[in-house]
């Protein structure tokens, strides 16, 4: 006997993920329902999210996170959220403690789930890709999102954890990782514009990285991932380096170098 629907909106941002939606989709299939918010896909995003009777919603990103997330969240119309990425997937645990919640709601809690980064050669369990804990399923009420890039969200009820993992396929090549870190450290450099940081060469280009480093590969255990766990940290120190060369250049010079 097929279970009864929730009522739960999953809420997620896409952009050309034809190769991951529909997977997701089916893992949150006991969900009410589905709101797509879509930054001009050319692929077959939105008529795959349709076929699974998603609301889409064509909205510019405009390197705005946040602000997207917000929007997508106001256009949800059941009294509990689920966010997620469109490339990560619930797991059967993870959906069993939601049913569970919700057998409940005396006492309504924003919920933290932890995430864990799988790949075809393996998975990521330590350094800068070790599992973490976000804030993804709670409450409408109150509910927004703020921040160009790492965005955070937002609840006015106490936080708690919920038992079972989200599964994250993080990247599916290295084109797509390399390209994420591209636009996320301009993104950084753009937002600690706007927030007039200080940014000095030595501290910040020459130090932060090797910290970033360091931090990831021996503190949070990265060489533990064998091969995964070095190229990870090193990519780690050049992605801090990036967005401090960006920013520095960025506040001193325009951006151009």
Known sequence: MTKEKLPISVVLLTR???????DCLQS?????????????????TVPIAQSFGAKVFSRSLAGDWGAQKTFGIQQASQPWLL??????RISSELQNSIRQVL?????KRAYMIQRENHFVSGVA??????????????????????????ESIVSPYPRARLSGRLIHFT???????YRKIDLYSRLAADKYLDEGRNCYFFRDIVLRPLWAFFKV??????????????????????????????YYYLKNYGGKI
């Not at 050309?16 to 529909?22: A, P, S, T, V, W």
Request: proline content about 2%; glycine content about 8%; aromatic content about 16%.
């Open 125 to 150: 369990t330590h350094g800068c890709l070790r599992p973490d804990w976000v804030l993804r399923f709670l409450p409408r009420e109150g509910a927004s999102s703020i921040g160009k890039v790492h």
């Open 83 to 88: 966010l997620i990425d469109a490339d990560e």
């Open 171 to 177: 990247y599916r090549n290295w084109d797509a990782y």
């Open 28 to 44: 949150c299939d006991f969900a009410k329902e589905f709101i797509v918010v879509d930054d001009g896909s050319l692929d077959k």
């Open 16 to 22: 050309n993920e034809e190769f991951n939606i529909k």
């Open 217 to 246: 590969y021996f503190i949070n255990r990265g060489f533990l991932d064998g091969k995964l766990g070095l190229i990870f940290s090193v990519n780690h120190y050049f992605y801090t380096m990036a967005k401090y060369v960006r």
């Open 103 to 107: 057998s409940d709601t005396s006492q």
